[in-house]
């Protein structure tokens, strides 16, 4: 699991709430200005936290409260330097029998609760989720103000619950003129039972709404409908609800995940109908999908499942079958703007909800190609030559253009860009243009390995002054076709990536003058060369276009809000 991104995007409540349903061990860091905060989870609990606007010094802490004496407190700090910081102070206390554990787990208890709550005042910041097997590893002992390590843990989602209520009454106390913090103490009455679905944001609540939801008419099982694109989101929730569904829409899978978990406490079991490709929760990528599915198998193996896509992916559908779910080829947004095509595609649909009502599950394995597959990795016969995919149409690129100028869009023209990317290639990558270098953001169709591909595509950095694959793009600001070669550069993308292509596409995203982000793409391990790319790269042409109106809406804003 890969959770990296902005405050702004995926607020800490929904952050809680992911690492918890994921049961992940790890560090979760945030940074808001100059300050920095962590919060250390273990298996999907909270054990730890600090941050350096809430301050705490666990030694202090126990003086204050009387747990301690200074004598004995000072005798432990002496032992813990003499051993070289190889063990906690807090555990040095409990061990010696200097303080009692029930005593310690108690004031640490509080401290971490305190330190999670001051952090839902940080409305703006970054976050990254970094995976930890190892727990004693996550900072230096010595430089460690909280000294000690929760045995039993938070609950993530009560914190976010809670987290989320305390913020509100601030807020609202603030409205009104009143004194009071996000740090205070949680209300020991308050009710554990929440409603995720009404937490997950008002957008859930207004979809349902406009597509004739009614709660005294929805039938006992309900449908949760996840995909990413609004007018599919909309058709599909139109004519399902006219079979007699009750459709509850989301547009990011964390919502859709919060409000499963939800359901399932309340003892209701949904149907889920997603996306395959759309963006990962922490906005990268476009197997997000993937992502989604993949921690309500863990979490909800009892849900039954229907998964749409409108192109193939092997490595997923391969992922999708071991998970045993049944999987749907659904029309692009542009095919279904037609009537003719959303009816025909609706009547597949239901069919195929009925049957997985029924407990039919159909095999992923028939919806690609299996000779195609087989020749993937046998190797293609050299008596049959490959010929080049055909370019993808006109029509396509001019639905994509309406896409790309859409004002809701916001930040997700690079996530378009991947996403028309695949209609060229096998795979591809969004490569950063910094002033010393270039760096990996994002991908589409790099196999997972021991490291996740959207981790090995981050990890990736080419130096800018070098003489690298990358420079004649970036000095002509022209796309280029690459013949990959065993120059230094060509193996570094192969190492990284995997696959030996003989190809590769470099395109170029200009804003204002200069490179701002090369796409890269190649078949990666088909020897079939990529074709036709004339539509891609006005693609992306267009895609530097609206990167500039956008930078320019926001300097405007930016420039409105001053002057207010």
């Not at 909280?146 to 619950?161: E, S």
Request: glycine residues 8%; negative net charge.
């Amino acid at each position: 699991m890969s959770l990296v991104g902005n405050l702004k995007d995926l607020g800490l409540a929904e952050i809680l709430q992911i690492v918890s349903l994921s049961r992940k061990s790890g560090v979760l860091g945030i940074r808001c200005d100059e300050q920095e905060a962590n919060i250390v989870f273990r298996q999907g609990q909270v054990v730890k936290a600090t941050s350096t606007t809430y301050p705490v010094d666990l030694a202090e802490a126990l003086l204050a409260r009387g747990f301690v004496e200074k004598n004995a407190l000072e005798l432990a700090k002496s032992r813990q330097q003499a051993e070289g910081f190889s063990r906690r102070l807090g555990d040095i206390l409990i061990q010696e029998r200097i303080v009692e554990a029930a005593l310690l787990e108690e004031l640490v208890h509080e401290q971490v609760e305190q330190i999670v709550y001051s952090l839902f005042s940080w409305e703006e910041g970054t976050f990254d989720f970094d995976l930890q097997d190892n727990l004693d590893t996550v900072d230096d002992i010595r430089t460690d103000p909280l000294q000690f390590i929760l045995v039993k843990g938070f609950n993530a989602q009560f914190l976010a619950m809670e987290g989320s209520r305390i913020l509100d009454e601030h807020r609202h106390a603030s409205a009104k003129g009143e004194k009071t913090g996000v740090t205070a103490a949680a209300n020991d009455n308050v009710d554990f039972e929440f409603d995720l679905v009404q937490e997950s944001g008002s957008a859930t609540t207004h979809e349902a709404t406009e597509s004739g939801q009614h709660q005294e008419s929805s039938p006992a099982l309900p449908l949760l409908l996840v995909d990413d694109d609004e007018l599919i989101r909309k058709s599909l929730a139109d004519a399902l609800e006219k079979n007699g569904y009750s459709v509850t829409c989301f547009a990011k899978g964390e919502d859709a995940l919060i409000s499963i978990d939800s359901l399932c406490r309340e003892g209701l079991t949904p149907l889920l109908l997603q996306d395959l490709i759309m963006p990962r929760m922490d906005g990268s990528g476009l197997l997000g999908g993937l992502e989604l599915l993949e921690l309500v198998h863990s979490n909800f193996p009892e849900l039954k499942v229907l998964v749409m896509t409108d192109r193939h992916d092997v490595t997923a559908e391969r992922k999708i079958a071991a998970m045993k779910y049944s999987l749907i080829m659904k029309p692009s947004t542009q095919e279904l703007s037609e009537d003719s095509t959303i009816l025909r595609f609706s009547d597949r649909l239901l069919q195929s909800l009925t049957e997985l009502r029924s407990g039919e599950v159909k095999s992923v394995s028939d919806s690609f190609n299996i000779g195609d597959e087989l020749r993937r990795e046998m190797g293609e016969d050299s008596a049959a030559p490959l010929a080049a995919p055909q370019s993808t149409g006109i029509s396509l690129l001019r639905g994509m253009l309406e896409e790309l100028n859409d004002p809701a869009l916001g930040g997700g023209i690079i996530l378009l860009v991947l996403r028309f990317a695949a209609e060229f290639m096998a795979r591809a990558v969004i490569f950063i243009v910094k002033e010393d270098e270039i760096v990996g953001l994002g991908q589409f169709g790099i196999d997972d390995g021991e490291q996740s591909g959207d981790m090995r595509v981050r990890s990736m950095k080419v130096p800018i002054k070098e003489r690298t694959v990358f420079s004649e793009v970036v000095e002509s600001q022209l796309p280029v076709k690459l013949q990959m070669d065993d120059s230094q550069w060509c193996n570094y993308l192969k190492e990284h990536l995997g696959g030996n292509p003989t190809e590769a596409f470099m395109g170029p995203i200009v804003s204002e003058g200069k490179v701002v982000a090369v796409l890269y793409g190649d078949n990666g391990f088909d020897p079939r060369p990529i074709g036709d790319t004339d539509s891609l790269e006005i693609f992306l042409s267009q895609a530097g276009i609206a990167m500039e109106k956008a930078l320019l809406q926001r300097r405007l804003k930016e420039k409105h809000l001053e002057g207010m």
